[in-house]
C-alpha cells in the first residue's frame, strides 16, 4: 500500500484570534481521536475495507497498539497518514 505525500500540518496556535485559550491536552486528546474516527469512516466506506481494517493498517503505520493509549503526536501521525491514504484514493 503506497500513500501519497501528507499535507503539512501546523500546531495549534496558545491561542486562538477570539482570545480562548489552547485546548488541553485532553482535549486535543479528544479532538484528535474524533478527527482520527471521521477519517477511518470516510476511508472505510471509499475503500470497502472494514474499520477495523482500516484503524489496524493506520495503528501499524504509526506503531500505535490502541488509539486510547497513543500520544498526541501518535494521533497528529495517524491523522496525516488518513489524509496520505484519502488523498490516494
Do not use: F, K, M, Y
Amino acid at each position: 500500500l503506497e500513500l501519497a505525500p501528507a499535507p503539512q500540518v501546523l500546531p495549534p496556535p496558545p491561542d486562538d484570534p477570539a482570545g480562548r485559550p489552547a485546548p488541553s491536552p485532553r482535549e486535543r486528546r479528544r479532538s484528535l481521536r474524533d478527527a482520527n474516527a471521521s477519517l477511518v469512516r470516510l476511508i472505510s466506506r471509499l475503500t470497502g475495507l472494514s474499520h477495523q481494517q482500516v484503524n489496524a493498517e493506520l495503528n501499524r503505520q504509526v506503531g500505535v497498539e490502541r488509539v486510547g493509549e497513543a500520544t498526541l503526536e501518535q494521533l497528529e501521525s495517524r491523522r496525516r497518514e488518513a489524509a496520505r491514504w484519502l488523498a490516494a484514493a
